[in-house]
């Protein structure tokens, strides 16, 4: 199994308060990815990183940031959080020249 | 925009049933697809993949052919199991290096012994 890990695997918080979900791997691959996974809506790309300190958005970036300051971690940051984030994060990575993305195992996140 | 169209479900079969999961998919360029699995409280692991036109992927007894021209890539299996229950993700990626996945919206399959 690709090295991947992602913390903390559950969390509930409050509405307008700061949350930070860690996504660390050991496989060195260059692209990292956050995903969200919504009933009915399968998975959606919010950001994504292609090096240390690359970033981009994905489909629903809103109300999310991210950042990459070593290749091992990629961290997704909701400033402020709101009931509609509340969602499972999946992380994912994939290697140069790869066209298969290994998946963590997700976070479960609640927004009261 | 991209997408990607999974069969309704969730999908109940019997052991030993023929499965058929239909995808499409709408793309501006020519996409790989892949089709995902998600066992329960896991994350997704590829299942099978097929990057151009009449492309086969197959894997675990899985198999979906690359349809260009009804733009489908449905994931059949003979001979379904237990152990098949899951959730099925179909999906595309069109872009080279970042692999950008467009999903689509997943199908639940439960297997009955």
């Known amino acids: 199994d690709a090295g991947i890990t992602q913390s903390p695997r559950h969390k509930v918080t409050e509405t307008g308060t700061p949350v930070t979900l860690r996504c660390h791997q050991t496989?060195?691959?260059?692209?990292m990815y956050w995903y969200r996974q919504d009933p009915g809506h399968g998975l959606r790309l919010i950001h994504y990183s292609y090096g240390v300190k690359d970033t981009d958005k994905g489909e629903v970036s809103d109300g999310y940031s991210v950042s990459r300051s070593k290749t091992e971690d990629f961290l997704l940051t909701l400033e402020s959080a709101t009931s509609s984030q509340t969602s499972v994060y999946f992380c994912?990575?994939?290697?140069?020249?790869?066209?298969?993305?290994?998946f963590g195992p997700g976070t479960r996140l609640t927004v009261l | 925009g991209d997408s990607v169209t999974q069969m309704e479900g969730p999908v109940t079969l019997s052991e030993e049933a023929f499965l058929t999961i239909n995808c499409t998919y709408t793309a501006t360029g020519y996409p790989s697809l892949f089709w995902y699995v998600q066992y329960p409280g896991e994350g997704l692991q590829l299942l099978l993949k097929?990057?151009?036109?009449?492309d086969k992927g197959s894997n675990k007894g899985f198999e979906a052919t690359y349809r260009k021209e009804t733009t489908s890539f449905h994931l059949e299996k003979g001979s379904v199991q237990v152990s098949d229950s899951a959730v099925y993700f179909c999906?595309?990626?069109?872009?080279?290096?970042?692999?950008?996945?467009?999903f689509g919206q997943g199908t639940r399959l439960t297997i009955n012994p």
């Open positions: 999906a595309l990626s069109l872009i080279q290096g970042a692999q950008k996945l467009v």
């Open positions: 496989e060195n691959h260059r692209y």
């Open positions: 097929a990057t151009k036109a009449d």
């Open positions: 994912a990575i994939s290697g140069s020249g790869e066209d298969e993305q290994f």
